[in-house]
RNA sequence: GCCCACAUAGCUCAGGGGCAGAGCACUUCCUUGGUAAGGAAGAGGUCCCCGGUUCAAAUCCGGGUGUGGGCUCCA
């Protein structure tokens, strides 16, 4: 006689051995239309488990955080039963739920094509209108392995010999397919419904390694309905028309090139926006107690061996060989040519600590698949600084480190932001006791600041521990930008020192600290973010002044002049075309603020003011309009 | 680096073994207009590069480069 206690905390009691389905169906219609799982006891169950002992249960319902996973995990099992019924030779691996989908990985010889995704979609919605029965199975391991070897599916039988002997070992059949899976799973296929969607086709390696096979991908889309699905498939047409490659053409911001692979080509507007988040850096860290330095691009090659770089990272830097047989290489970072600058001189610990800020030039010779506009380039410029600091130094100057950059962000228009805790990564250098001590005081700057974060096990750098500053853009994108490292090992590495008030010798302490990141991914993302609408302070031309007609001409000169000369950046358009023409133009553009002069404007010496998105003008005089936008740059709106 | 796809005018793209195409942009002319595309004419090409097949290749085949979507990597 099961008593059910459920989350409200009412109880019920069963007169015999009962299900997830039954508890569902007896509460009411709805839930049991809607319910696709049950949480026994805190443990995520098929709704078939039999429940034969009091018991909490949970009914998860296909909207729920958990139902929609899954949802996703069944989707990933229709799909896999749709490719075995079009191409039954195929072998089929895993395919888990991942945020908004699925994936499938399948080994065969022919890759899937575009046309193949239409016809397996079609497949998978037969097999959802089939309804067919999700069944668990419990098999004995050997046994199982054995099964799989049967039908020639290897990889399932390498993933059962990997599971431990005294697991339990869960198969799920529905239909004529049956696939070894933890579960749980959905009652029946007809449940997942028709709200998904295969969205591409990909190369994956086998257990995500690249010395493995390449198996063969296809991703997909799913959600609880369709209402759900469309808003998906429209985030996706906005985020393709965010793209910044797209947006830095029609902004005339930069290009690139196939001579230059990996590598922007700045145009005028584009550095002028460059510009502006350095000068604006560079103004926050000057106030932060930072000294801006500048560092070589080009150094010997031994510099790079004794920092550690050559040996782990040598096939990713540029080298050059000179003509008589000096070798060096183009910096892919800047922390050892800043230790030099730390290191000339004698360094008292009255001294530290010593914040030394670059803006520096780096070339990484990335794997070309990695390439991506420019979110992942070859040639970006660092917003980088390292402080020199003592031991007891350390926590209170993370916690500066997280203040800046937490302002910083807001700034940009970047208000939700995660922090990461990446900790001793396999290889690395430095002695663990060292690492204890570096991990340990990351963690407690994170605490004394009162900072919430996330575990990232293992993906510290060689040298140190790292926060990793994620900020999460307006479609809901997370970008990975800052980032603040504890090294103990290269200062010691590259024979930095300071003395200390015992008059010795002592290692300083170094953070690596960036802000941006790369300059060259920020903007990217910037551009995103604001879908190329940059705020007035940011715009590269904040004003156009646009002609009515050509009696006007010297009127908007003179309107042009007198905003430079306040120092508003400001174009004219004095071409024989019509205003609405000219609008058009410069909104696709996105310039946030035209100015507009006819007949009318001459004789009152005014402007109609225009901003970005709006339908509306204003007329006003020109100081007014001057003023208004003064202000407006002035605090960074 | 690996898998798949793609590469044609400044941009977006159509075409396709036998004369290189459209829209937008550009130039000139007409138009001087009141807030997201006024009209006409003109100019613009190594069809990514190198080979091969063929009487003939932008088109078919092979190799390379670059780009896109992923995987791996990211100091």
Not at 273 to 300: D, H, V
Not at 337 to 365: M, N
Not at 453 to 477: M, Q, S
């Amino acid at each position: 006689m099961p008593k059910i206690t459920l989350p409200d905390g009412s109880a019920r009691n069963y007169d015999a051995a009962t299900s997830g389905a039954e508890i569902a169906a007896s509460i009411g219609k709805s839930l049991a239309r809607d319910a696709v799982a049950v949480r026994i006891n805190g443990e995520l169950r098929d709704l078939t488990r039999v429940i034969d002992d009091d018991a909490s249960v949970e009914i998860l319902t296909r909207d729920s955080d958990d139902g929609l996973e899954l949802l996703r995990h069944d989707a990933a099992h229709v799909l896999a039963e749709a490719v075995k019924e079009l191409w039954p030779d195929t072998q089929v691996t895993i395919g888990p739920a991942i945020e908004n989908g699925f994936y499938y990985d399948f080994s065969r010889e022919e890759p899937f094509t575009e046309s193949d995704l239409e016809a397996i979609e079609a497949r998978m919605k037969d097999i959802v209108d089939r309804d067919e029965a999700i069944e668990r199975e419990v098999w004995e391991r050997d046994k199982a392995a054995e099964f799989f070897r049967g039908i020639g599916e290897e990889y399932k039988a390498e993933i059962i010999e990997g599971i431990p002997s005294d697991e339990d070992l869960t198969l799920y059949r529905q239909g004529d397919f049956i696939d070894l899976c933890r579960g749980p799973h959905l009652p029946s296929t007809g449940k997942l419904g028709k709200a998904f969607k295969l969205t591409h086709v990909s190369g994956a390696y086998w257990r995500g390694d690249s010395n493995n096979e390449m198996l063969q991908r296809i991703y997909g889309t799913a959600w609880s309905n369709e209402k759900q699905l469309r808003k998906y498939l429209n985030m996706l047409e906005e985020a393709e028309k965010r793209d910044h490659r797209r947006l830095g053409r029609v902004m005339d911001l930069f290009h690139f090139q196939e001579e230059a692979p990996g590598a922007v080509f700045w145009h005028p507007k584009g550095w002028n926006l460059f510009q502006s988040l350095i000068n604006f850096m560079r103004e926050q860290q000057n106030a932060a107690g930072y000294q801006e330095i500048n560092t070589p691009e080009i150094m010997s090659r031994a510099l790079w061996e004794s920092s550690g770089h050559w040996n782990t990272f040598g096939d990713n830097m540029f080298t050059t060989e000179t003509v008589d047989g000096r070798q060096y290489a183009i910096k892919p970072m800047n922390c050892p040519g800043h230790v030099q600058v730390f290191k000339q001189g004698i360094t008292s610990y009255r001294d530290l600590p010593v914040r030394l800020a670059e803006f520096g030039k780096c070339h990484r010779y990335e794997p070309s698949g990695a390439l991506h506009g420019m979110m992942r380039v070859r040639a970006f410029t660092q917003d980088d600084a390292h402080i020199f600091c003592t031991p007891e130094q350390i926590t209170d100057e993370s916690i500066a480190v997280c203040d800046l950059i937490l302002g910083i962000y807001r700034s940009f228009g970047f208000d939700d932001i995660r922090i990461k805790f990446a900790d001793r990564p396999e290889a690395r250098v430095g002695e663990d006791a060292v690492w204890d001590q570096a991990e340990a005081a990351l963690i407690k700057a994170l605490e004394a600041a009162g900072l919430e974060y996330t575990h990232n096990p293992g993906e510290g750098a060689f040298y140190g521990p790292k926060l990793e500053f994620v900020l999460r853009d307006a479609i809901g994108r997370d970008w990975q930008c800052g980032t603040l490292q504890v090294d103990l090992n290269m200062p010691g590495r590259l024979g930095a020192s300071y003395i200390g008030e015992d008059g010795n010798k002592h290692l300083p302490v170094m953070l690596h600290r960036a802000i941006f990141g790369s300059l060259e991914r920020f903007m990217g993302i910037l551009i995103e973010h604001h879908a190329g609408n940059l705020p007035l302070w940011l715009a590269p031309v904040q004003v156009k002044v646009l002609t009515i007609t050509s009696e006007a001409d010297e009127y908007a000169d003179e309107v042009a002049a007198e905003l430079r000369a306040r120092g508003i950046r400001a174009e004219t358009d004095l071409r024989n075309e019509k205003i609405s023409y000219k609008v058009r133009e410069h909104s696709v553009a996105k310039v946030p603020v035209q100015f507009a002069v006819g007949q009318r404007e001459l004789e009152n010496r005014t402007v109609a003011m225009r901003r970005l998105g709006s339908k509306k003008q204003q007329v006003m005089p020109l100081d007014e309009a001057i003023e208004n936008l003064l202000s407006e740059v002035e605090s960074r709106a």
